[in-house]
């Protein structure tokens, strides 16, 4: 496996529903994110973690609750969603540090529907 | 704070025709420059990046040239192809930060 991989690709679940997504990186970076990407809307950062720590948590509902258990491994928890967090949820890793660029690398998305 | 402002899209252009993506920006600080790619059904992925004023970042036939007088990283392919059809993210970080930026993206549609 090369870059960053994202399961399941695709995922259906009911409000009551529990869930978990799944991202894995195998480009040794010290970050990764989630995002969602919803249509007709702008990329929206959820969560980042950098060394394992979570760094940023922007706004988002407590129904989603991201892990970081070390640095090649994230998870976005999911339980009680609604049909509106229906969406692409993107994964991404990057290097970052001082006078890095911080590119970021993208798995393919875990495809979420809410019914 | 930082912000990316992209055309809106859809752009439809026929084959081998010449493409311009406008993009803008706003930063504190230096920052790095970046054009994303997603095809249908895909995650983004990184088509070419810049990293200080008049670098030229190219790739697969796209180019784009950090201009700081001017706050803009327009996106430009001399004659695009039905393959280049997909969403285009201009996007930014700033130096040693986490945090990328994006564009709302502007999906371009080549038809034969």
């Known amino acids: 496996e090369t870059g960053v991989t994202q399961t399941p690709r695709h995922l259906v679940m009911g409000m009551t529903n529990k869930k978990s997504l799944k991202c894995e990186q195998h480009?040794?970076?010290?970050?990764m994110y989630w995002y969602k990407q919803s249509a007709k809307k702008p990329l929206e950062l959820m969560f980042v973690y950098s060394l394992e720590e979570r760094v940023e948590n922007n706004s988002v509902p407590s129904r989603f609750s991201p892990e970081c258990p070390n640095s090649s491994h994230l998870f976005l928890h999911l339980h009680t969603l609604q049909p509106e967090d229906s969406a692409l949820y993107l994964c991404?890793?990057?290097?970052?540090?001082?006078?890095?660029?911080?590119?970021?690398?993208f798995g393919e998305g875990s495809r979420l529907t809410v019914l | 704070g930082n912000s990316v402002t992209q055309m809106e899209g859809p752009v439809t252009l026929s084959e081998e025709a010449f493409l311009t993506i406008n993009c803008t920006y706003t930063?504190?600080?230096?920052?790095?420059l970046f054009w994303y790619v997603q095809y249908p059904g895909e995650g983004l992925q990184l088509l070419l990046k810049a990293t200080k004023a008049d670098d030229k970042g190219s790739n697969k036939g796209f180019e784009a040239t950090y201009r700081k007088e001017t706050t803009s990283f327009h996106l430009e392919k001399g004659s695009v192809q039905v393959s280049d059809s997909a969403v285009y993210f201009c996007?930014?970080?700033?130096?040693?930060?986490?945090?990328?930026?994006f564009g709302t993206g502007t999906k371009l549609q080549v038809i034969p």
């Open positions: 480009l040794g970076h010290n970050a």
């Open positions: 996007a930014l970080s700033v130096r040693g930060y986490q945090k990328v930026t």
């Open positions: 991404a890793s990057s290097q970052v540090g001082t006078g890095l660029t911080g590119e970021l690398f």
């Open positions: 930063a504190t600080g230096y920052p790095s």
